[in-house]
Structure formats: structure tokens, C-alpha cells
């Protein structure tokens, strides 16, 4: 090999990791693992993934002006997707994240799916969440088919936004892998 493929084979070699690295499949652990959801019941996270063909899980900040923004777009996500097999939750793995004080912003916030409370941010460090609003599309075998923002917008929502999560979802739905993700946009998390 001469000194000039060399450096061309270790950049492709890069790319081909790199883009393999966008579309993830990792598979989380959940063995035992439960988070209390704002509807009062306990969520085993392993029987949620077994249960549906996609979960969707998204990142979730009391205080951040983007998750305000976008409860509107995962009520409507929520309801489109959840007749075809998808479940979503949102997660609070903030720092002091209490399961009552959850309940009482989902009802406030009129919420029709379960806000999960995740206080030593196991799902937020397992997954790699760092900001509100980033989404993780996992399947039934508990592999991540999607992380990622939710769209491209951050505090005011536009029109003609990219709709990220949208695409990942019909994508897994008819079999195909979803494009490389968005950008997850937002605060970010107060972990421990």
C-alpha cells in the first residue's frame, strides 16, 4: 500500500463508521427497570418495548420553552400514531424529578400520554439523551431505531419545519430504516 492510499483508505474507513454510527441499533438494557408513569402505575420498561412494535420515548423539561412549544406536535404525534402499534411517553430524568410533581404537569398540561418519571436518569444516560426534546424510537426487540430530534424547530414552531420524528416513524412503519436523525434541539437535561 503506498502512503498515499493509506490516508484515503483510513478516510473511508472513517465515513463507513461514521455513517454506520448514524443509524443507531443499540440495543438498551432493561433489565429490571421500571419508571413511575404520571397515570399512577409502574412501567416496566421491558413489557412496554414487548407490547408495541415502536415506543417512542422523549426527553422532557419542566422549565424548557422548547418542550412548551412542542407539546402541541407530540399531542398530534401521540394521536396519529398510537391506532398503528406506536406508544410514546414523555421522560422527566432531570435532577429532583419527583413522580408526583409529573403527574401534576401532565394533567395541567392536559397530557393524553404518560409523562415517566426517571429520577436517577438511567433511561436519559442508557439512551444518551442530553436535551428536552430529543426522541428515541425503540423497537419490540428493545433495539433504538431512531434518535433525535423531534422536528427541526426549536421555541416557535413553523410551518414548514422538517417533521424528523414523523419520517422515522413512517419509515420503521413500512419496513424501511429511517433517514440519518435531525438534530435533537433544546435545554439541556439537568442530570445527576
Given at each position: 500500500m503506498t502512503r498515499?492510499?493509506?490516508?484515503?483508505?483510513?478516510?473511508?474507513?472513517?465515513?463507513?463508521?461514521?455513517?454506520?454510527?448514524?443509524?443507531?441499533t443499540e440495543r438498551i438494557l432493561l433489565e429490571p427497570f421500571a419508571?413511575?408513569?404520571?397515570?399512577?402505575?409502574?412501567?416496566?420498561?421491558?413489557?412496554?418495548?414487548?407490547?408495541?412494535?415502536?415506543?417512542?420515548?422523549?426527553?422532557?423539561?419542566?422549565?424548557?420553552?422548547?418542550?412548551?412549544?412542542?407539546?402541541?406536535?407530540?399531542?398530534?404525534?401521540?394521536?396519529d400514531y398510537r391506532g398503528r402499534g406506536v406508544q410514546l411517553f414523555l421522560v422527566n430524568s432531570e435532577r429532583g424529578a419527583d413522580p408526583q410533581q409529573d403527574a401534576r404537569e401532565a394533567q395541567r398540561r392536559d397530557y393524553p400520554f404518560v409523562l415517566l418519571t426517571d429520577p436517577e436518569a438511567r433511561l436519559a444516560r442508557t439512551v444518551g439523551a442530553q436535551f428536552a426534546t430529543h426522541a428515541i424510537v425503540v423497537d419490540a426487540e428493545g433495539l433504538v431505531r431512531y434518535s433525535g430530534g423531534v422536528d427541526s424547530d426549536m421555541v416557535r414552531l413553523t410551518p414548514d419545519a422538517t417533521p424528523h420524528l414523523r419520517n422515522a416513524l413512517d419509515a420503521l412503519l413500512a419496513g424501511r430504516a429511517p433517514e440519518v436523525a435531525g438534530r435533537a434541539r433544546g435545554?439541556?437535561?439537568?442530570?445527576?
Open positions: 498515499r492510499a493509506l490516508p484515503l483508505l483510513l478516510l473511508c474507513l472513517s465515513c463507513l463508521f461514521g455513517c454506520a454510527s448514524r443509524q443507531p419508571l413511575q408513569g404520571s397515570d399512577g402505575r409502574t412501567h416496566e420498561l421491558s413489557r412496554v418495548l414487548a407490547e408495541n412494535p415502536l415506543t417512542v420515548f422523549v426527553f422532557y423539561s419542566e422549565s424548557c420553552p422548547c418542550v412548551s412549544a412542542h407539546e402541541p406536535r407530540l399531542k398530534e404525534i401521540f394521536e435545554c439541556v437535561l439537568q442530570l445527576h
